[in-house]
Nanobody
Framework: QVQLVESGGDLVQAGGSLRLSCAVS????????MGWYRQPPGKQRELVAS???????SYPDSMKGRFTISRDNAKNTVYLQMNSLKPEDTAVYYC????????????WGQGTQVTVSS
């Protein structure tokens, strides 16, 4: 089993920055890909970024430019740096982990709220 705990969500003004953290514990050796998702109010959950165990990152086109995913293996933590935040970035942000390079995510955190005011 793998446990994921997000932190860092907050209320921020448009144009500001936030860094989210995801602490990973449990069977960490089984994880090959970590990801950040978000779910805006009334909308479906969407992928923000992902990072492999080797450090390769990937972003959907709509997320490129303002979001940066990174990891600190010594701290078993994955980060999401968010810059130039917009009101439409308001969402619950979830950390996720999967054992295989393809397929769906196996483990999810409880989410952290990010609210961007205009």
């Amino acid at each position: 089993q793998v446990q994921l705990v997000e932190s860092g969500g907050d209320l921020v003004q448009a144009g500001g920055s936030l860094r989210l953290s995801c602490a990973v514990s449990g069977s960490i050796f089984s994880i090959n890909v970590m990801g950040w998702y978000r779910q805006p109010p009334g909308k479906q959950r969407e992928l923000v970024a992902s990072i492999t165990s080797g450090g390769s990152t990937s972003y959907p086109d709509s997320m490129k430019g303002r979001f940066t995913i990174s990891r600190d293996n010594a701290k078993n933590t994955v980060y999401l740096q968010m810059n130039s935040l917009k009101p439409e970035d308001t969402a619950v942000y979830y950390c996720a982990a999967r054992r295989y390079f393809n397929g769906g995510y196996d483990y999810w955190g409880q989410g952290t709220q990010v609210t961007v005011s205009s």
